[in-house]
């Protein structure tokens, strides 16, 4: 079950934390991976762990919210038949501390990066008459999270072009789904508290992992493992949904 062999997949941000997870999974599935990354070296990183355990990787550096950018990349690797969008950035911040530039820029990798590539890879899915397409939401998309005003913003329109991308192309075999995690913890995460919790990074981990009900936040590794799921052929009667990945927080956090 969940065999990608002969399947090409792209996935946005396979650096590192969940990427570079879907991206090892995937590989070790069979699909040949193709990963886009801001960071040339991280994406060479995982690459180069993909080929040492005899599975086949390339890497494109590319700024996701650079619509020429991708759709060189789109055109360079040529057949699609998965797509994860999974690159993404946060900012903490509310309506009155988040400026203009803030909110642009989390829209810019976030919500247009996403865009740019649904731009580049569904024609082509069209065009073969199928597809798998995963986006990478939040717990933001269902629920308020106090001071994260553009990134819950973004993480809703992921949710909202999922549903979209669904409906208007279920016709041409192309599925489009969406995972919603709550924190997973990631080098991201790790970083995340170093720069905004600075002296506070041991309190902040603990507090943010008993967020969740369950206690802890969750593996890269686990939502890697729903991502094969929901792009796999076993997963051909799924699409226009969104799997909340939470650890019990949005119906159990009473």
Same mark, same amino acid.
């Given at each position: 079950? +969940?065999? %990608?062999?002969?399947?090409?997949?792209?996935?946005?941000?396979?650096?590192?934390?969940?990427?570079?997870?879907?991206?090892?999974?995937?590989? &070790?599935?069979?699909?040949?991976?193709?990963? %886009?990354?801001?960071?040339?070296?991280?994406?060479?990183?995982?690459?180069?762990?993909?080929?040492?355990?005899?599975?086949?990787? @390339?890497? @494109?550096?590319?700024?996701?919210?650079?619509?020429?950018?991708? !759709?060189?990349? +789109? #055109?360079?690797?040529? &057949?699609?038949?998965?797509?994860? $969008?999974?690159?993404?950035?946060?900012?903490?911040?509310?309506?009155?501390?988040?400026?203009?530039?803030?909110?642009?820029?989390?829209? =810019?990798?976030?919500? !247009?990066?996403?865009? $740019?590539?649904?731009?580049?890879?569904?024609? &082509?899915? !069209? =065009?073969?008459?199928?597809?798998? /397409? *995963?986006?990478?939401?939040?717990?933001?998309? @269902?629920?308020? %999270?106090?001071?994260?005003?553009?990134?819950?913003?973004?993480?809703?329109?992921? +949710?909202?072009?999922?549903?979209?991308?669904?409906?208007?192309?279920?016709? @041409?075999? /192309?599925?489009?789904?969406?995972?919603?995690?709550?924190?997973?913890?990631?080098?991201?995460? #790790?970083?995340?508290?170093? !720069? $905004?919790?600075?002296?506070?990074?041991?309190?902040?981990?603990?507090? *943010?992992?008993?967020? =969740?009900?369950?206690?802890?936040?969750?593996?890269?590794?686990?939502?890697?493992?729903?991502?094969?799921? *929901?792009?796999?052929?076993?997963?051909?009667?799924?699409?226009?949904?969104?799997?909340?990945? #939470?650890?019990?927080?949005?119906?159990? $956090?009473?």
């Amino acid at each position: 079950m +969940f065999n %990608l062999s002969g399947k090409t997949a792209v996935i946005t941000g396979g650096g590192s934390g969940i990427g570079r997870a879907i991206s090892l999974l995937f590989a &070790r599935q069979g699909a040949t991976v193709h990963i %886009l990354e801001l960071s040339a070296d991280a994406g060479q990183a995982t690459a180069a762990e993909i080929g040492a355990a005899g599975g086949t990787a @390339h890497t @494109h550096a590319a700024d996701v919210s650079q619509q020429p950018q991708v !759709k060189a990349v +789109f #055109d360079a690797i040529g &057949r699609v038949d998965i797509l994860v $969008n999974n690159a993404g950035i946060a900012h903490v911040g509310n309506v009155e501390t988040t400026s203009e530039a803030d909110l642009d820029r989390v829209y =810019q990798v976030n919500v !247009k990066g996403a865009y $740019n590539c649904l731009h580049a890879a569904v024609p &082509r899915m !069209k =065009q073969q008459g199928a597809g798998a /397409i *995963l986006n990478l939401a939040s717990i933001a998309s @269902h629920v308020g %999270l106090a001071d994260r005003l553009a990134y819950s913003m973004s993480k809703g329109a992921i +949710f909202a072009m999922t549903m979209s991308v669904a409906r208007d192309y279920m016709a @041409h075999g /192309i599925r489009c789904n969406s995972v919603s995690p709550a924190r997973v913890h990631t080098p991201f995460v #790790d970083g995340f508290i170093a !720069k $905004n919790y600075p002296g506070q990074e041991a309190e902040m981990f603990e507090k *943010l992992s008993a967020s =969740q009900p369950i206690g802890r936040m969750a593996k890269p590794e686990e939502v890697a493992a729903l991502a094969l799921y *929901l792009c796999s052929d076993e997963a051909g009667f799924v699409t226009g949904c969104d799997y909340p990945l #939470d650890g019990g927080f949005i119906k159990l $956090n009473n």
